[in-house]
């Protein structure tokens, strides 16, 4: 597991240190409702829709 220091170039090491390589983070939508970021396969937590119907009534603020 262990390379010398010296095998392993600048480019590579500072690309495997980069994000460029990285996958987002999944588990955030938008809702197509509102817009607001929520989680797939979840109702939206700002207007309670799901699938193109209110499925919780959306609560006022309080
Ligand atoms: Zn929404």
Redesign the pocket.
Known sequence: MAVPTGKVSKARRDKRRSNVWKLSVPGVVK?S????L?MPHRV??????YNGRVVVAAEEEK
């Open positions: 809702c409702n509102c817009g607001a929520r939206c937590p700002e207007c309670g829709m």
